[in-house]
């Protein structure tokens, strides 16, 4: 589970740290999520989960009016700093988000609301009528090779990893099944809501190492479903286990890049 307070706390600290992994990771599904939104020019946009603001700015190069919002302090400072949008410290689920918005994108940011129904029905009231939602969340675990394969490639050594939470358990994958996110945003008030799933190659990386394995060793150590099982284990099993990456991640590895395959939805909506 990550709420709201890791967010603020460890998980926010540590995403700030890697936010040059995290971009290459989330890229390629965001990016279709940005294109489902349609034409964003002149329009005012909120950026739910806006993180360290790639996507903030990214919606501002097409011309919108961008407000991103996010809860990590840490990730803000970062998107403060390389500017390109408004940028708002709050929860989107309850506190004030300024607007009213014409459009609302979120990548990855959706899933970790306590109240779904409330936060995204409080989304909602900041949009002018028939304003489009677009959202991109990961379908289940076992479809994201960054999750799967480092934890198919971990058993030997830490053995099965637990069963996943019930959906709806705030976290990367609360939203995979189409039966708990459909009724949530129906009932929020969102219209002619439809969802597609995407499936991209994504690169693992992290830092400046010249190894592509050694970053996606590093990357996946610390963010993702096996670096949260490794917590407080000692270093030499972390060593074991990075070994075993590096080991399987050969067979990923795509000229000076480690990719493997994600998958996501991209849902739509109108206020």
Not at 33 to 52: N, Q, S, T, Y
Not at 135 to 142: D, L, N, P
Request: aromatic share 8%.
């Amino acid at each position: 589970m990550v709420d709201k307070l890791d967010w603020q706390g460890g998980v926010g600290k540590e995403w700030s740290k890697r936010m040059d992994g995290l971009n290459c990771l989330l890229g390629p599904v965001g990016d279709v999520g940005i294109v489902a939104l349609g034409d964003v020019a002149k329009k005012r946009v909120l950026d739910v989960g806006c993180g360290a603001g790639s996507t903030s700015r990214a919606l501002a190069g097409l011309g919108a009016e961008v407000t991103g919002v996010d809860v990590s302090t840490d990730l803000l400072a970062l998107a403060k700093h390389d500017g390109g949008a408004d940028y708002l410290l709050a929860d989107a689920a309850s506190e004030p988000l300024g607007g009213p918005y014409d459009a609302v994108y979120s990548r990855c940011g959706a899933m970790f609301f306590d109240d779904a129904i409330a936060g995204w029905t409080h989304i909602r009231n900041h949009t002018v009528p028939g304003g489009n939602l677009s959202i991109v969340c990961w379908c289940a675990g076992k479809e994201n090779g960054w999750a799967s394969i480092p934890l198919r490639a971990a058993r030997p050594i830490l053995g099965d990893p637990p069963p996943p939470p019930p959906a709806g358990t705030p976290g990367p994958f609360a939203w995979a099944d189409p039966d708990y996110f459909a009724p949530i945003l129906k009932q929020a008030g969102w219209k002619n809501l439809k969802w597609q799933a995407v499936d991209a190659d994504a690169q693992i990386t992290t830092g400046d190492d010249p190894d592509p394995i050694e970053r996606a060793v590093q990357f996946t150590l610390r963010i993702g479903p096996l670096a949260k099982s490794l917590e407080g284990m000692a270093p030499e099993i972390r060593t074991k286990i990075g070994a075993v990456l590096a080991t399987v991640y050969k067979d990923y590895l795509d000229g000076d890049a480690v990719r493997v395959p994600t998958k996501a939805w991209i849902i739509t909506a109108q206020a």
